[in-house]
């Protein structure tokens, strides 16, 4: 069987559309930055096969390439100075050696993490019968996962040997009627029900919904688990491949931007709230200010705070409260990594440094907030009885809130599992925990 012949329009195949620059030298009119007669006196002098390189009209910020033994490399100008610049024969050197010495271990794990995105696919149809069967299913996946293909593109017959190579059954989770919801984040104009991929995880299709700056739409659909064809789990994407028409009851998904909320915010004075709340965030509090639990993410956390302070109802003492455990939540941390103890550390640096002053009363709430931010909220419920307090409940149900405010902002590592947010109108704030994040319009810049 001809791998290559699998895919089903050639018009995809990408390496067919390099151009050998020989060709192109025999034309009367050249592109522009093509220096032929140069290069060919360049590359002779370095050693390297000027048949190796071609002309690419579809990279029009890189029209020219160099594609050998599945290496390839995006080069501006053919010219010498760019060449020379680029250090070209040294990146050739290097990328074929990476691709090579995987070849030679049988490292094929490796050997398509490190492969043009572009290429990959062909790679893999052309390896096909090198890669050991218990990888085949596998690599495969991931390698269409990261190309522009849908797996309409792709003959039947050849899915159905992939398929045959799936070492066991899919582990997803299915409902009693052995359906599985997914989602899409959908920025194209073909319909979505057209759609071959889709995901389990719902911030996932936001993330893509506004891929390139385009503001597309997110959907919501089901599909039975004997309709998937697979499940990818690329870059936690969790991604599911289907052919199209297999996902039923496809419906948009509405949810609240910040270009809905900013006027609100606006008249009830929470911007300038949190305008007035940044000067109290310092650089010199945290152990790495620039990381994941810096600057730029208590800064979301203390708008969030805000957000939901004012959409549950919370009074302005009970919204300070919130608003003074986002500022310092994470000022105790060493590390970022899993460190179920830096709520207390948090805590500590606090009175050390006398950051507040408050009554008794709401400094044991702060406390509590603080310090038990960072486990689960069973084994928090049952240390509530060691802070002091009139109202238990009450604190608890702060306590929640502000872990909604922090936990939205899991979206930055990737890592935002909706089942864990507590309130609805955490639910409601996953696109703008998105443009947060994005932060295209300034708001949680520095103040």
Wanted: hydrophobic share 40%; aromatic share 12%.
């Amino acid at each position: 069987m001809n791998m290559r012949e699998q895919i089903r329009n050639q018009m995809l195949i990408y390496s067919d559309a390099l151009v050998p620059v020989n060709e192109i030298a025999r034309m009367p009119f050249r592109p522009n930055r093509f220096r032929y007669e140069e290069c060919l006196a360049y590359l002779k002098g370095i050693g390297k096969d000027i048949t190796d390189f071609y002309f690419n009209k579809f990279t029009p910020f890189s029209w020219f390439a160099y594609w050998r033994d599945y290496v390839l490399i995006d080069i501006p100008a053919f010219n010498p100075h760019t060449l020379e610049a680029m250090f070209i024969a040294q990146v050739i050197d290097l990328e074929t050696a990476r691709l090579q010495t995987c070849l030679q271990k049988e490292d094929y794990t490796s050997f398509f993490s490190l492969i043009d995105s572009r290429i990959a696919l062909e790679a893999y149809l052309e390896l096909f019968p090198r890669i050991p069967d218990q990888n085949k299913y596998r690599l495969f996946w991931y390698t269409f996962s990261r190309s522009n293909l849908k797996l309409e593109d792709f003959s039947p017959e050849f899915i159905h040997i992939i398929q045959s190579y799936r070492p066991g059954a899919l582990i997803i989770p299915l409902d009693e009627q052995d359906y599985v919801k997914t989602y899409r984040g959908h920025i194209l104009n073909n319909p979505v029900s057209q759609a071959s991929t889709w995901t389990l995880d719902i911030n996932t299709a936001i993330c893509f919904s506004r891929r390139h700056q385009i503001k597309g739409r997110v959907f919501q659909g089901k599909i039975h688990r004997d309709r998937i064809v697979a499940n990818v789990k690329y870059r936690n994407f969790k991604e599911i491949i289907c052919f199209p028409g297999d996902v039923k009851e496809i419906e948009e998904m509405k949810f609240l931007s910040l270009a809905d909320l900013m006027p609100q915010l606006e008249q009830h004075g929470l911007i300038k709230q949190y305008r007035d709340y940044c000067p109290l965030i310092k650089k010199e509090y945290f152990h790495k200010w620039g990381g994941i639990h810096g600057l730029s993410h208590t800064r979301r956390v203390l708008f969030l705070s805000l957000i939901l302070s004012w959409m549950e109802g919370l009074t302005e003492t009970d919204q300070d409260l919130l608003c003074q455990a986002a500022i310092y939540h994470d000022i105790g941390r060493s590390n970022d990594n899993f460190d179920p103890e830096h709520g207390r550390e948090s805590y500590k640096k606090i009175l050390r440094n006398k950051l507040i002053k408050a009554e008794v009363q709401q400094q044991e709430m702060l406390r509590f907030i603080i310090e038990n931010h960072c486990i689960s909220d069973r084994q928090a419920r049952q240390l509530l009885t060691n802070y002091g307090g009139n109202d238990p409940e009450h604190l608890f149900k702060l306590y929640l809130i502000f872990k909604d405010a922090d936990g939205l902002d899991r979206i930055r590592i990737n890592d935002l599992d909706v089942k864990q947010l507590r309130t609805p109108s955490a639910h409601k704030l996953l696109l703008v925990a998105r443009e947060l994040l994005e932060d295209t319009q300034g708001i949680v810049s520095e103040a």
